[in-house]
């Protein structure tokens, strides 16, 4: 079969990874696919995949190209990755909904947080979006629900399909990290824990609103202080971030954004991971592989005299009441009411540690279990081996295409 994939999300990569994932495996059994990308993920796909390219504000002639991969690759699927982002692709491309009819085929989208699960609000840097009640996930055909994220054991209804986002690397191969930790022993001490940390581009960049800056500052601030003080005893490594590294911090280390093959060399290395994006592909790829992680979120909307006077203790700097704080499990976004159902229930939620922000002393203590006791570390092993049993029977993403397209 003939499978498009279309990719308009040019500020974060997630998007790009899951439909990678799923056309890799698709494009193993024989299959043949193209993607529709914009012009920031061109490095992304190149040697791996055919792919044309969208033209930023040019609706016609994103149209012409549309109507090009019709008659010159005649798709049997076209599969949107994912219709949320594809909603807002008229503001970057001018394209619409309207603008798929022109394929003569099904049309399927991946649905990344699965839309249908009965929810309260979209809450977004602490305001409700509307954006659930201009939505509609059926105006984009059948579902496609990447798990561990979407829960694996749900029942399937009508029109929806999961399937494993990754086949569980080896990450955690003991003699590789061994080997890793020696060829990069002049610059990381072989006797200490790593601790990796990753910055996604898009986490800086967020709407300009002066009571969201001031917590966006606090939360920064705070999380950097969290990683100084880890730095006292292990190793942190910080990729992707912009601040240089510290004389009083030696072992706070940042490094430029890398090749993918380069940070997968880190994470082998790394005996924990820590992020603040419950959504990550990135950290989903690390758990499943068996390296302990860690999501820093908050839950909190407002901070009594007492947190407010410990938090000044820790950081050293007089922090004073906050007008505006927000919940989030994806920093700085928020989304805690929008996730709340993708995570309740959730076994991933029982291999991601997930930890509060303004508790600091309680996240230390589960940093310091997940790196040093070794019954937290078999309970880990055995909650990742029985989520990996569930995810390899979701159906394989070839079985998932003939479905769609003999309905």
């Known amino acids: 079969m003939n499978v498009v994939f279309v990719v308009t999300s040019f500020w974060a990569y997630g998007e790009l990874l899951i439909a990678k994932a799923f056309a890799d495996r698709i494009k193993e059994d024989g299959n043949n696919v193209l993607f529709i990308i914009p012009p920031s993920h061109e490095k992304s796909l190149s040697n791996l995949f055919n792919y044309v390219m969208l033209?930023?504000?040019s609706r016609n002639i994103n149209k012409i190209i549309f109507q090009t991969v019709q008659e010159e690759f005649a798709p049997d699927l076209v599969i949107l990755s994912d219709f949320l982002n594809y909603f807002f692709a008229d503001r970057h491309y001018g394209i619409t909904t309207e603008d798929l009819d022109v394929f003569k085929c099904k049309i399927a989208t991946f649905d990344n947080f699965d839309w249908n699960l009965k929810r309260t609000s979209m809450d977004t840097y602490g305001y409700i979006s509307d954006i659930p009640k201009k939505v509609s996930v059926e105006s984009y055909g059948d579902r496609i629900i990447a798990c561990p994220l979407g829960t694996p054991t749900l029942a399937k209804k009508e029109g929806e399909h999961r399937f494993s986002l990754f086949s569980m690397p080896d990450y955690a191969n003991q003699k590789q990290k061994l080997k890793l930790r020696k060829e990069y022993a002049?610059?990381?001490?072989i006797?200490?824990?790593?601790?990796?940390?990753s910055n996604a581009k898009w986490q800086e960049n967020y709407i300009q609103n002066e009571k969201i800056d001031k917590f966006i500052e606090l939360a920064n601030l705070i999380f950097h202080q969290i990683l100084m003080r880890l730095a006292e005893t292990e190793i942190v490594i910080s990729i992707g971030e912009k601040n240089g590294n510290s004389r009083r911090y030696p072992q706070y280390i940042t490094l430029d954004s890398m090749p993918s093959n380069e940070f997968d060399r880190y994470v082998q290395m790394?005996?924990?991971?820590i992020g603040r994006n419950i959504t990550s592909t990135s950290m989903i790829r690390i758990a499943l592989s068996g390296i302990p992680c860690v999501n820093i979120e908050n839950s909190r909307v407002s901070l009594c005299e007492e947190d407010l006077n410990k938090l000044s203790e820790f950081t050293g700097i007089d922090i004073k009441n906050i007008d505006k704080i927000y919940r989030f499990m994806m920093f700085p976004v928020g989304w805690y009411e929008f996730l709340k159902p993708l995570m309740d229930g959730n076994p991933y939620?029982?291999?991601?540690?997930r930890c509060e922000l303004f508790d600091v002393e309680s996240t230390f203590d589960?940093?310091?279990?997940?790196l040093y006791n070794e019954q937290t570390k078999v309970?880990?092993?055995n909650r990742i081996s029985n989520m990996n049993t569930m995810l390899e029977q979701l159906q394989a993403?070839?079985?998932?295409?003939k479905l769609i397209v003999q309905k």
Not at 397 to 401: G, Q, Y
């Open 270 to 273: 790394s005996d924990l991971y």
């Open 186 to 189: 002049d610059k990381y001490s």
């Open 191 to 197: 006797d200490k824990k790593i601790i990796l940390v």
């Open 366 to 370: 589960v940093i310091q279990d997940l």
């Open 397 to 401: 993403p070839s079985d998932i295409i």
């Open 55 to 57: 033209i930023p504000n």
């Open 349 to 353: 939620s029982e291999i991601v540690k």
């Open 379 to 381: 309970d880990l092993q």
